[in-house]
């Protein structure tokens, strides 16, 4: 047998992490998956007249071939992971470097999943706080978390913005946030508009006898993001949003280290190499390594017609972040993109239970009676799930949901 081809009964697993790609290819697919395991681990495996093999240990080995249409193959192939270790840069140049990409003979090529051994999970810290720990941090624990973000997104100065959120929390909102784009900007510095948000979070929570939460976004070039978390919790911020793939999952895993506050993952830059159907990664890979970082929420693609997100797709990624994974806490997975209060029955349905998060931007702060009774849209429309009741029929006695409907329901 090939010494890049393997069984898995003759392979330690625990010793390997298991790849599975999809890729194209016009000569035999067995031997193209062959070139694909030397490509990324020991294509040279000898010395020039030294008699030894690294491939017995640091070759990768093909586990399982299998043809999924014309010219298209699934193959599984065992990785050691002694060749990159428990370091999140080093893997992703393993798994999704030159190696992969420039394979002989293969034309395109997806990373569809990653299965890590136990041994190597217990490495990383994963969420601090997780789906349990956000819950135990709002006090809320028989519905959807509902997060928000900010509109408008960008322009607004700090006190606009902070009395924005303020209204939103009057409402009902457990949680509003900045929006990606809107970060430590000259118009409205991270400092000066936490400031006014940790105080007017206090304030909500007095009015309403309700914990709230504010979620700064402290993206930023690296040696700033531990700086500006320790400004956004200094000020009274609560949770903290960092633009996973922009800034890196290295740098996620280097804040969860010290962080005080719940993470927040946003999904920027994912598109960009997980929406072609047969190249790049898949989203639910991305969304696993993002919870192996330590994000505690995890917001993703929804299902808007916007989001070009399918029905299968969207549960995948739920999935993704509840399932049991050794000892990574589950993440609260946050489908997000044009929600209303008129999309929350579906997407409860859908899922199946009340672990999620919803994250509306103009559903709440482009009501036409304003973020107050955009929030009250959406826990007027849960009230509606609970008792069985349409939100057509419910809104005949709830006047914020029934201008939410007459606002986005066409």
């Not at 047998?1 to 625990?14: K, P, Q, T, Y």
């Not at 490509?39 to 030894?52: H, N």
């Not at 002694?82 to 370091?87: E, L, R, S």
């Amino acid at each position: 047998m090939n010494d890049f081809m393997a069984r898995r009964s003759e392979l330690d697993l625990d010793l390997y992490v298991i790849e599975t790609f999809q890729f194209e290819t016009d000569i035999d697919p067995e031997e193209a998956a062959i070139h694909l395991c030397q490509e990324q681990s020991t294509a040279q495996w000898k010395r020039v007249d030294v008699d030894e093999d690294f491939r017995i240990r640091y070759g990768a080995k093909l586990l399982n071939l299998k043809t999924v249409g014309e010219k298209s193959y699934v193959a599984e192939i065992a990785q050691p992971h002694i060749n990159f270790g428990t370091k999140i840069p080093n893997l992703l140049t393993t798994v999704c470097g030159e190696g992969v990409f420039y394979s002989p003979a293969i034309s395109t090529i997806k990373l569809l999943d990653l299965e890590f051994p136990e041994s190597y999970l217990k490495e990383f810290q994963g969420p601090q706080f997780g789906v349990q720990g956000v819950r135990d941090l709002l006090n809320i624990h028989n519905r959807p978390i509902f997060l928000g973000v900010v509109k408008p997104n960008i322009g607004l100065d700090p006190k606009g913005f902070a009395e924005l959120a303020y209204q939103s929390w009057l409402g009902g909102l457990d949680a509003p946030k900045d929006d990606e784009m809107l970060a430590d900007t000259a118009y409205s510095p991270l400092a000066e508009r936490t400031k006014l948000l940790g105080a007017l979070r206090k304030k909500a929570e007095q009015e309403t006898g309700e914990k709230k939460m504010f979620i700064a976004n402290i993206t930023d070039e690296v040696d700033r993001i531990q700086e500006l978390h320790d400004i956004a919790v200094q000020n009274g911020v609560n949770a903290v949003m960092l633009n996973a793939w922009t800034t890196g999952l290295s740098a996620a895993r280097v804040l969860r280290k010290k962080a005080k506050v719940p993470m927040v993952s946003h999904f920027d830059f994912v598109a960009a190499f997980s929406r072609i159907p047969n190249f790049g990664m898949s989203e639910r890979l991305a969304i696993k390594l993002q919870r192996l970082a330590g994000f505690d929420m995890i917001i993703f693609a929804g299902l808007s017609p916007r989001m070009k997100t399918t029905e299968a797709e969207m549960l995948s990624h739920v999935r993704a972040c509840l399932e049991p994974w050794g000892n990574i806490k589950p993440a609260l997975p946050v489908p997000g993109g044009s929600d209303w209060a008129g999309t929350l029955p579906s997407l409860f349905e859908k899922i199946g239970h009340a672990d999620f998060g919803m994250v509306p931007g103009r559903g709440v702060f482009n009501h036409p009676a304003g973020p107050s009774a955009g929030a009250k849209s959406f826990r007027q429309a849960w009230e509606a799930i609970q008792q069985g009741i349409t939100l057509n029929e419910f809104a005949k006695t709830h006047v914020e949901l029934k201008q939410a409907i007459e606002a986005f329901g066409n």
